[in-house]
């Protein structure tokens, strides 16, 4: 009997291991649709690749050197989606958790799934973020990590308003280890539903989120969305351009906020006011910003803007199109966003590009950068 059991178990750990090999890749096996990427209290850096019918995660911990071997997320094939703004999330808790999230055409058009692991090598079957997937489309997830090293997730809902509404709302609900979503609960209305979801961690540990909202008369300016201390959520306005638009800007904004707890936000408009992308900072909790500064070359579409916080030093970067290559551009303020130095072109490509985006990691600032000639590149902005 105790022979019988043990070859039972042996038998059991040799197909174990034989099904993980089989769902291990090395990063020239893939050939990706997008990557979006953090950094870890390690300094490690986490890759979350999509192609058509899977998603995978890799690390590195030689600043991109060289890669782990990937990890499959979705056993199964699904038909993976996803564009600048609704592109893939991955984060990482002090723990070594690791949360995913990511669009596929399933239930509806827009449906977003979550997955987690606790080490990083196996990962939980994915679930839809949204508990009424079945009945309503859902989209634009954004994904961080709380005080209390849990996800939550973001995102916006057409529940209650149908896929040809103009606006739709904004949800959230919380994302666990064990790889289940609590119950989504609105939080917002009036959210521009093409634009991607833009939040930022103050120092106290409160998430704040930056989004474009439709306002009356169809205005798609933006706003700040913050859980109060009674545990309500609060919206404001914090824009003032003016886009009278029905139509989808595909331009979601960027938000920081550095460890005094100031706003660092910016963001794209082509409003009866200003034009063009846009930079200003809040001491106020996102009340009142400052006036607002711009950024970029207007006549090569500056846009996508992406932030980081350093102690005092304020990065940005935006993407610039001279009708041939996508150019990556970088500022740096060394004292909280009063001035700014001249603008560096950090990288350049005439293929198609994904968004770029900035990481902090031992006192340094990096581009995060994917593009299907030159492949996915961290570069450092000094």
């Not at 103009?166 to 289940?180: D, M, N, V």
Request: proline fraction near 3%; hydrophobic fraction near 40%.
């Amino acid at each position: 009997m105790l022979q019988s059991l043990a070859l039972v178990i042996v038998l059991g750990l040799t197909a174990c291991a034989g099904s993980s090999e089989k769902h291990l890749f090395s990063a020239s096996q893939i050939v990706p649709n997008q990557i979006s990427t953090t950094i870890d209290s390690h300094g490690w850096l986490w890759r979350l690749l999509t192609d058509d019918q899977h998603v995978y995660v890799d690390h590195s911990e030689d600043r991109g050197k060289s890669y782990s071997q990937a990890v499959v997320v979705n056993a199964q094939a699904q038909k993976i989606r996803g564009n600048n703004e609704d592109r893939p999330h991955i984060a990482v808790n002090a723990k070594g958790v690791v949360y995913v999230t990511y669009a596929a055409d399933d239930y509806r058009p827009w449906t977003a799934f979550f997955s987690s692991s606790i080490d990083g090598l196996v990962f939980s079957k994915p679930v839809p973020v949204s508990d009424q997937a079945k009945n309503a489309q859902h989209g634009l997830v954004n994904l961080a990590v709380n005080k209390e090293g849990v996800a939550v997730l973001f995102w916006h809902d057409n529940r209650e308003h149908g896929t040809d509404a103009s606006a739709a709302a904004l949800y959230w609900a919380k994302g666990q280890a064990s790889g289940t979503v609590s119950a989504g609960q609105k939080i917002a209305e009036s959210q521009c539903e093409c634009c991607a979801i833009a939040m930022a961690t103050e120092p106290t540990g409160e998430i704040v989120l930056f989004t474009r909202q439709v306002y009356f008369g169809q205005i798609r300016d933006h706003g700040f969305v913050r859980q109060g201390l009674t545990g309500a959520w609060q919206s404001w306005r914090a824009t003032n351009d003016g886009w009278n638009i029905e139509a989808c800007p595909e331009q979601g904004p960027a938000l920081s906020i550095d460890h005094t707890g100031r706003y660092h936000a910016a963001w794209f408009t082509q409003g009866a006011r200003r034009q063009g992308l846009f930079y200003a900072y809040s001491d106020e909790q996102g009340r009142k910003l400052s006036e607002p500064k711009a950024f970029g070359d207007a006549q090569q579409l500056a846009g996508h803007p992406a932030l980081a916080v350093m102690d005092n030093q304020i990065g940005m970067v935006w993407s610039e199109f001279d009708g041939n290559q996508t150019h990556i551009r970088f500022v740096l303020s060394k004292d909280q966003g009063l001035t700014w130095s001249a603008v560096k072109t950090l990288a350049h490509s005439s293929s198609e590009a994904g968004a770029a985006s900035l990481k902090v990691s031992d006192a340094h600032m990096y581009v995060s950068w994917y593009t299907k000639a030159e492949g996915y590149r961290l570069i450092p902005a000094e």
